[in-house]
């Protein structure tokens, strides 16, 4: 039987209705589809409501065009609110958005990202000593803490060790609650709600200068930003723009513990790893990006109408841009299903090309601008994996499954480290 197409010619998912097989497929949605029909992009509907799909460097250099889509409405509210929420930068459009774009931005400098680094590397020794008296670690659990305290080291607000605890568990809730419907997500809102009153406080005790924070930290930056009215931000906001920065950085704890499971599965990366310099690492990091699922798709609406592919955007059309399925189409990545960081020994720099965290330009689009913070996070503690720390890996399945969001081994990558 023919697949049936959309009006203007695309295909179109045969279901009524996909939000079943969204959910039970999760980061194989898109790619599995366009596969088979062929095409950049799909018509499917999803909670009964149309939705184009797409995936490809094109599709992703169109959908992180400035000013082209919106992200406001564009994801179910019950995700959106663990990892964005009402008048954050990502629901800005236009102006507006590269004004508060910039005061992120202006958190990445080359030395503020050293210093992250230096931070996130000594808490993770630090860890890491406490580790080694440990039959056993499961590693996705652990690594949010010496990352939660290392963010709010250098975001301005040093943790003890119970407040790194406290406030990891909260993060990883967040986390682990934004691809799912039921009891994960919601305890992510539970106790994201402990965090958010936290960075509510943190921020009102900077601005009431009860509280000291260092001239260009994350909660000095945040908590004196003018809007171009030169307005501080709502208090609330300016508490989920604080988390904004603290999140996704707790997040790259699952980018570790993917390093972790392909340095194990693939030996002879450590071994060049050990021998190898700054872009030899380089290429390993950027590998870990590509091949292991982080961010399955991003959601937008329609700003300004458009053609592609033979399809007419209209304004208002709901998108969702395949990220996990581009990292991995054949087309841009030779044996996109083998893990090989040599390849990016002759990668070009595309930036719709590697798009883990969004596509484009991070200054005048959507692209996540914590990318450097990733890059910085990670370089610090592969090495540490490789050369510095001493342990099995036990029997346990270190199976990836595609259907659940966020992705994580099943077992949650266990260790045994190596006693001193």
């Given at each position: 039987m023919p697949r049936p197409r959309h009006r203007d010619g695309i295909p179109r998912d045969r279901a009524p209705d996909s939000t079943l097989a969204l959910l039970r497929e999760g980061y194989a949605?898109?790619?599995?589809?366009?596969?088979?029909?062929?095409?950049?992009?799909?018509?499917?509907?999803?909670?009964?409501?149309?939705?184009?799909?797409?995936?490809?460097?094109?599709a992703a250099a169109r959908f992180y065009e400035p000013?082209?889509?919106?992200?406001?409405?564009?994801?179910?509210?019950?995700?959106?609110?663990?990892?964005?929420?009402?008048?954050?930068?990502?629901?800005?459009?236009?102006?507006?958005?590269?004004?508060?774009?910039?005061?992120?931005?202006?958190?990445?400098?080359?030395?503020?990202l050293e210093r992250?680094?230096?931070?996130?590397?000594?808490?993770?020794?630090?860890?890491?000593?406490?580790?080694?008296?440990?039959?056993?670690?499961?590693?996705?659990?652990?690594?949010?803490?010496?990352?939660?305290?290392?963010?709010?080291?250098?975001?301005?607000?040093?943790?003890?060790?119970?407040?790194?605890?406290?406030?990891?568990?909260?993060?990883?809730?967040?986390?682990?609650?934004?691809?799912?419907?039921g009891p994960r997500n919601w305890r992510g809102h539970r106790l994201r709600a402990r965090t958010e009153r936290w960075a509510r406080e943190a921020i009102a005790?900077?601005?009431?200068?009860?509280?000291?924070a260092p001239p260009g930290s994350?909660?000095?930056?945040?908590?004196?930003?003018?809007?171009p009215e030169g307005r501080p931000l709502d208090l609330t906001v300016a508490g989920v723009e604080l988390i904004n920065v603290l999140r996704p950085t707790v997040a790259n704890a699952r980018y570790l513990v993917f390093a972790a499971h392909a340095l194990h599965l693939h030996p002879e990366t450590r071994e060049t790893l050990r021998a190898g310099d700054e872009a030899d690492l380089t290429h390993f990091v950027h590998e870990v990006r590509r091949f292991y699922p982080f961010i399955p798709f991003i959601g937008g609406r329609v700003l300004a109408p458009f053609e592609f592919q033979g399809h007419r955007f209209a304004r208002n059309d709901w998108v969702l841009m395949d990220l996990y399925g581009t990292?991995?189409?054949?087309?841009?990545?030779?044996?996109?299903?083998?893990?090989?960081?040599?390849?990016?020994?002759?990668?070009?720099?595309?930036?719709?090309?590697?798009?883990p965290q969004g596509g484009g330009a991070h200054e005048t689009g959507h692209r996540c601008p914590g990318e450097w913070i990733t890059l910085a996070q990670m370089k610090a503690v592969v090495p540490l994996l490789v050369r510095e720390m001493a342990y099995a890996v036990p029997d346990q399945d270190l199976r990836i499954d595609l259907g659940r969001i966020p992705a994580q081994p099943r077992d949650r990558f266990v260790i045994a480290p190596a006693r001193p």
């Open positions: 949605f898109i790619p599995g589809r366009c596969r088979a029909y062929g095409s950049d992009l799909f018509a499917t509907r999803l909670m009964l409501t149309r939705a184009i799909c797409m995936t490809g460097a094109e000013d082209r889509f919106t992200r406001r409405h564009a994801l179910p509210r019950a995700s959106f609110a663990l990892i964005q929420d009402q008048g954050s930068v990502m629901v800005l459009d236009g102006d507006a958005h590269r004004w508060r774009k910039a005061m992120f931005l202006s958190l990445m400098a080359p030395a503020a992250l680094a230096e931070a996130t590397a000594r808490h993770w020794r630090a860890r890491a000593q406490a580790w080694a008296a440990q039959e056993r670690v499961v590693l996705l659990d652990e690594a949010h803490v010496p990352l939660t305290a290392a963010v709010c080291e250098w975001a301005g607000l040093p943790l003890t060790a119970s407040e790194a605890q406290a406030r990891a568990r909260e993060f990883l809730a967040m986390i682990d609650g934004t691809g799912s419907v005790h900077v601005r009431e200068g009860r509280r000291e994350a909660v000095h930056v945040i908590a004196h930003h003018r809007d990292n991995r189409d054949p087309r841009l990545w030779e044996a996109p299903e083998r893990f090989r960081p040599e390849r990016f020994r002759a990668w070009s720099g595309d930036p719709n090309t590697l798009i």
